[in-house]
């Protein structure tokens, strides 16, 4: 049994895989769980590392910094190339107003974390670490870990990663608390809430609808698609034209006549406002005519293509056909000219099979093409994001300058590369399962690695009351800001509450948190509320994480 014994107690190679594949095994295992409705998720990993490391299972220093530094890269990187393409879009509209209550509720987490310094004296890295598990926030621990090593010059770092798993468990129940306080203190109803957003929203308005318009007002008659379109000033795409019984692709240069009837897709909001200034909805559906023209989804994947918008394409005049609709991420959306393709759109192409074949080609249409791994760019990618890591930015007032470290550098190359790589032919795409595969391997490596190494002080920490302390802190920094947020944005602002949900879990990007919404409201409200202010709140919890531990420094 010499061979078991060496296996399980001396740092080799074996051991060291031995003791992750147990680590990760039992605490993802362990965190589908649930209590009371609510589970850890993937964070189980932690405290399955913790009991690992308190038993005296132990794996070379150095190799655990390598998995854990590894892991945190692999794991924002693929945040980075997920949120990207949306990251800009997010600040729009109504998502602009959401995303500064996240501004607050981030800031006020960090002002409870200084406060709780001054006032308890306690060590500032480990209440960056307690405000980290408060805030259910991973990458935000690895960036104030990365802090603490350029700060440290050589000394012994803290442990904060006993804070963040003592004060974890209670951020989780603290936000779901604070969904069930404000629902309580404003008497909420919430099928009165959702009423109340569709009222507002109107979704439907948005979406492609096809409807068949007789043509009757002589202020088009005689005149190009093109010259029609811009004087109803509406997006909009005429894709086909029934003209004397023969049905025809309709091209921008294509003359409408009187009685043609014509078949348009566009916004529901803009239908009475195109009828009314082309004539009259015709009970007939040309678009289930028989005929040469058929109907094909075909998917981008020819990298040439990706990043132009579908006007400085010009295939509605090089190959007669008509793109009428755009499928991405879940939605529908009008096919417009200034519309900016991205790998993986599916396109709805009208059009004969011939010409429907030469833009098939043209497009890509390849769904292996879709799953192959774009190697090249992600580590291109994770090499210059360790770079912009590296480079030291200096703030008036603090001594050690500042750097985005292993945590925000490749996180704000990713988002990045998603969204501008084409212009550099660096194509990011990855498919939801593979940047999913990505990110869990990342963050279970690094749970791991943080729980195994504070595994041997947690016990002791917990015992000696201090642990107890760290509970109670993390209780305020996770409900302070999200109970004054809250407060104020129903009351002064007349947030609705499906939205506030929503806001609440992304402003601690807390997956469980957010299925707790969803489960509440039985709408997609929550989801795209807490979509708009995630990408911003995952980079502000990095960069506030590093800011507190310079501070100390300064």
């Given at each position: 049994?010499?061979?078991?014994?060496?296996l399980?107690?001396?740092?080799?190679?074996a051991?060291?895989?031995?003791?992750?594949?147990?680590?990760?095994?039992v605490g993802?295992?362990l965190?589908k769980?649930k209590?009371?409705g609510v589970?850890?998720?993937?964070a189980?990993?932690?405290f399955a590392?913790?009991a690992?490391?308190h038993?005296?299972?132990?794996?070379?220093?150095?190799?655990v910094?390598?998995?854990r530094?590894f892991?945190?890269?692999?794991f924002?990187f693929?945040i980075g190339?997920?949120v990207?393409?949306?990251f800009?879009?997010?600040f729009?509209?109504?998502?602009?107003t959401?995303n500064?209550l996240?501004?607050?509720i981030?800031l006020?987490g960090?002002?409870?974390?200084v406060?709780?310094?001054?006032i308890?004296?306690?060590?500032l890295?480990m209440?960056?670490?307690?405000?980290?598990?408060?805030v259910?926030?991973?990458?935000?621990l690895?960036?104030a870990?990365?802090a603490?090593i350029?700060v440290?010059?050589?000394?012994?770092?803290?442990q904060i990663?006993?804070g963040?798993?003592?004060?974890?468990p209670f951020?989780?129940l603290g936000?779901?608390l604070?969904?069930l306080?404000i629902?309580?203190?404003?008497n909420?109803r919430?099928k009165d809430?959702l009423?109340?957003?569709d009222r507002?929203q109107?979704p439907a308005?948005?979406l492609?609808?096809?409807?068949s318009i007789?043509?009757?007002n002589?202020c088009?008659f005689?005149r190009s698609?093109r010259e029609?379109?811009g004087?109803?000033?509406?997006k909009?795409v005429?894709?086909?034209?029934?003209?004397?019984?023969?049905?025809l692709?309709a091209a921008?240069?294509?003359?409408?006549?009187?009685?043609?009837?014509?078949l348009v897709?566009t916004?529901?909001g803009n239908?009475?406002?195109?009828?009314?200034?082309t004539?009259?909805?015709?009970?007939?559906?040309?678009?289930?005519?028989?005929?040469?023209l058929?109907?094909?989804?075909v998917?981008v994947?020819?990298k040439?293509?990706?990043?132009k918008n579908?006007?400085?394409l010009?295939?509605?005049?090089r190959?007669n056909?008509?793109?009428?609709?755009v499928y991405?991420s879940g939605?529908e959306l009008?096919?417009t000219p200034e519309?900016?393709?991205?790998?993986g759109?599916?396109l709805?192409v009208?059009g004969?099979?011939g010409s429907?074949?030469?833009?098939?080609?043209e497009?890509?249409?390849?769904?292996?093409?879709?799953?192959?791994p774009?190697?090249i760019?992600?580590f291109?990618?994770i090499?210059?994001?360790?770079l912009?890591?590296s480079i030291?930015f200096r703030?008036?007032?603090?001594v050690?300058?500042?750097?985005?470290?292993?945590?925000?550098?490749?996180?704000?190359v990713?988002?990045l590369?998603?969204r501008y790589?084409?212009k550099l032919h660096?194509?990011?795409?990855t498919?939801p399962?593979a940047n999913?595969?990505?990110?869990?391997?990342g963050i279970v490596?690094f749970?791991?690695?943080?729980?195994?190494v504070s595994?041997?002080?947690?016990?002791?920490?917990l015992v000696?009351g201090?642990g107890?302390a760290?509970m109670?802190y993390g209780?305020?920094?996770?409900?302070?800001?999200?109970i004054l947020?809250?407060?104020?944005?129903?009351?002064?602002?007349?947030?609705?509450?499906l939205?506030l949900?929503?806001l609440?879990?992304?402003?601690?990007?807390?997956?469980?948190?957010?299925?707790?919404a969803n489960?509440i409201?039985?709408s997609?409200?929550?989801a795209?509320?807490?979509?708009?202010?995630?990408?911003l709140?995952m980079?502000?919890r990095?960069?506030?994480?590093?800011?507190?531990?310079l501070?100390?420094?300064?």
């Amino acid at each position: 049994m010499d061979w078991l014994r060496e296996l399980l107690f001396n740092e080799s190679v074996a051991h060291t895989i031995l003791i992750y594949c147990v680590v990760i095994a039992v605490g993802v295992s362990l965190g589908k769980v649930k209590i009371l409705g609510v589970s850890l998720g993937i964070a189980f990993v932690l405290f399955a590392g913790i009991a690992i490391g308190h038993f005296g299972f132990t794996v070379n220093h150095e190799v655990v910094e390598f998995i854990r530094d590894f892991g945190l890269i692999l794991f924002v990187f693929s945040i980075g190339l997920q949120v990207g393409p949306g990251f800009f879009s997010s600040f729009k509209k109504g998502g602009l107003t959401l995303n500064l209550l996240a501004l607050m509720i981030v800031l006020l987490g960090g002002l409870t974390t200084v406060s709780l310094h001054y006032i308890t004296k306690t060590s500032l890295p480990m209440l960056v670490g307690v405000m980290s598990g408060a805030v259910t926030n991973t990458p935000g621990l690895g960036a104030a870990q990365q802090a603490l090593i350029q700060v440290s010059e050589g000394k012994d770092i803290p442990q904060i990663g006993l804070g963040y798993a003592v004060a974890y468990p209670f951020g989780v129940l603290g936000i779901i608390l604070t969904m069930l306080i404000i629902r309580k203190a404003f008497n909420i109803r919430v099928k009165d809430e959702l009423t109340e957003y569709d009222r507002d929203q109107h979704p439907a308005e948005s979406l492609p609808e096809r409807i068949s318009i007789l043509v009757n007002n002589p202020c088009i008659f005689g005149r190009s698609i093109r010259e029609i379109t811009g004087m109803i000033d509406r997006k909009m795409v005429i894709s086909r034209v029934l003209h004397k019984g023969e049905l025809l692709v309709a091209a921008s240069d294509t003359i409408i006549y009187e009685n043609d009837i014509i078949l348009v897709v566009t916004s529901k909001g803009n239908i009475s406002t195109i009828v009314e200034k082309t004539g009259a909805l015709s009970d007939m559906d040309i678009a289930g005519r028989s005929g040469s023209l058929i109907s094909r989804r075909v998917l981008v994947t020819n990298k040439e293509v990706f990043g132009k918008n579908l006007g400085s394409l010009k295939l509605r005049t090089r190959y007669n056909i008509n793109i009428t609709r755009v499928y991405r991420s879940g939605l529908e959306l009008v096919a417009t000219p200034e519309l900016i393709l991205q790998m993986g759109d599916k396109l709805t192409v009208v059009g004969d099979e011939g010409s429907l074949a030469r833009v098939t080609e043209e497009l890509g249409n390849s769904i292996r093409r879709l799953d192959e791994p774009n190697i090249i760019p992600i580590f291109i990618g994770i090499l210059l994001g360790v770079l912009l890591g590296s480079i030291p930015f200096r703030i008036p007032g603090i001594v050690h300058p500042i750097k985005l470290g292993l945590a925000g550098g490749p996180l704000i190359v990713a988002i990045l590369l998603s969204r501008y790589g084409y212009k550099l032919h660096l194509i990011s795409y990855t498919t939801p399962s593979a940047n999913l595969m990505l990110r869990e391997i990342g963050i279970v490596l690094f749970l791991a690695s943080v729980g195994i190494v504070s595994g041997e002080k947690f016990i002791p920490a917990l015992v000696s009351g201090e642990g107890f302390a760290w509970m109670g802190y993390g209780a305020l920094i996770t409900m302070v800001p999200l109970i004054l947020t809250g407060f104020i944005a129903r009351l002064v602002m007349k947030r609705n509450y499906l939205e506030l949900c929503g806001l609440i879990a992304g402003s601690m990007t807390d997956p469980p948190a957010l299925a707790f919404a969803n489960n509440i409201a039985q709408s997609e409200a929550p989801a795209i509320a807490y979509a708009t202010v995630y990408p911003l709140v995952m980079f502000l919890r990095i960069f506030v994480a590093q800011l507190l531990i310079l501070l100390i420094a300064s």
